[in-house]
């Protein structure tokens, strides 16, 4: 057998963040009752006009931006025409020859090295609606709320080589977006959606080979799979002595193939023109720069300033990066206790090991800046030790409890009072007299053991190191 390569290029929509839809007032709030996100606009009423929400053209260049593309500065919207029930303009309003971005470019990191995609394009374009099958009644129900919800559409140049290096692609795409903020990318909502556009090749070979462009895929891991059976798929056709067919398919994850949808339409099928109903957006140097302006810090940097300002080592900088609900997080802390190296030890080990145990991800991670400032503040100044720390941690996490509160309740304050201490190191001094002359004879350890008694009898709730130094002149 040969031995081939595989090539990839994605085209990934993405639901933008704005309040209202592209064209039109209504709400872009997922779910809701069915059809009650839309009015005469957004469902295609004739004599109804669009009007553009200029949010959109700033989300996308705000994404654009920080992907390195340039910004079109005279952009307009195309028609592309195309009848299905989920879209009762019959027409999406789209951009195909002006598009508001082009030539960026995305930096990713494998087992294998780094690499860059570059991104095609970017295009505004509204979203279609719903189509909701009913088993029971042997229908079709339609939902317009979706219609209308603002997207972008990403396409990157056929870069990429293997699903790994997808992968690193969405995660390193899906972090960008949220960082700039225009979307939550959240692909079991749908607001993240990927393409994959496939074809196989032989290894030395400078021409491309056919592709297929499969959709339906909302998981990474439906991703995966449809990448490695569909490049199984046409490097058998191709050993067979067929030709791979220009297509659409669908990736079904539970039989674990791909099926044919329909031949790949080309762009003239959709017999796109000019949107007669929108005026084309001139974009100004000075709009340019306001919205890089307001581009927030992006992860590199932010893992390159952790290094110098706080002193993290890189590895957990990354890590208190990956998600920009953590690096959020740790930075809200930091502004209250200003122990950046504290504020990083409890979310990378403690915070990092719920939202495992909980099945979280980052992003969800709901926990309050101001109550583990205090809960810091409280082992600091030896209110209460490391380990009733730990479990005050737990409960501030799992059920937003109020750090001081929980600890007076549940007597988990540690002894500050010195007499008391005093009191009870006297008693375990006298009710182990063997471990006391064995400290006198030299035997360093005993005193452990004696620390231990004290610690046992304070029911932990005391400073060890406090203890270790009264035990010893004591004794
Ligand atoms: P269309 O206009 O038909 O949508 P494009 O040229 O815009 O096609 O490409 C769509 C996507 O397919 C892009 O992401 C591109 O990188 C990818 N692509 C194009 N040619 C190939 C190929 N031969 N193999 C894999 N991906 C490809
Ligand atoms: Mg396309
Ligand atoms: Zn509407």
Known sequence: MKTYETVIGLEVHVELATKTKIFCGCTTAFGGAPN???????????????????????????????????????????RKNYFYPDLPKAYQVSQLYLPICRNGKIEIETAAGK??????????????????HDDWDDCTL??????????????????????????AYLEKLRLILKYVGVSDCKMQEGSLRADVNLSIREVGSTEFGTRTEMKNLNSFKAIARAIEGERKRQIEVLEYGKKVIQETRRWDDNKDTSFAMRTKEDAMDYRYFPEPDLVPVVISEEWISSIKEKEPELRDAKIKRYQTEYEIPAYD??????????????????????????VSNWLMVEAMRLLKETEQE???????A?????????????????????????????????????????GLLMEQDDGRLKEVIRIVIQSNPQSVSDYHSGKQKAIGYLIGQTMSLLHGKADPSKVRSMMEAEL
């Open 36 to 78: 009650t996100h839309i009015c005469p606009v957004c469902t295609g009423m004739p004599g109804s006009l669009p009007v553009l929400n200029k949010k959109v053209v700033e989300y996308a260049m705000a994404a654009g931006l920080a992907c390195g593309c340039e910004i079109t500065r005279k952009t307009k919207f195309d």
């Open 115 to 132: 690499k860059t995609v570059g991104i095609h394009e970017i295009h505004m374009e509204e979203d279609a609606g719903k189509l909701v």
């Open 142 to 167: 339609i939902d317009y709320n979706r219609c209308g919800v603002p997207l972008i559409e990403i396409v990157s140049d056929p870069d990429m080589r293997s699903a790994e290096e997808v992968i």
């Open 317 to 342: 900088a990354g890590i208190l990066t990956a998600s920009k609900r953590m690096a959020d997080l740790f930075e809200e802390t930091i502004a209250i206790c200003q122990k950046p190296k504290e």
């Open 362 to 368: 980052a992003d969800e991670l709901m926990l309050s």
């Open 370 to 410: 101001k109550k583990l400032a205090e809960l810091i503040e409280m082992i600091d100044s030896g209110k209460i030790n490391r380990t009733v720390g730990k479990e005050v941690f737990e409960h501030i996490f799992k059920e937003d409890a109020d750090p001081l509160e929980y600890v007076k309740k549940n």
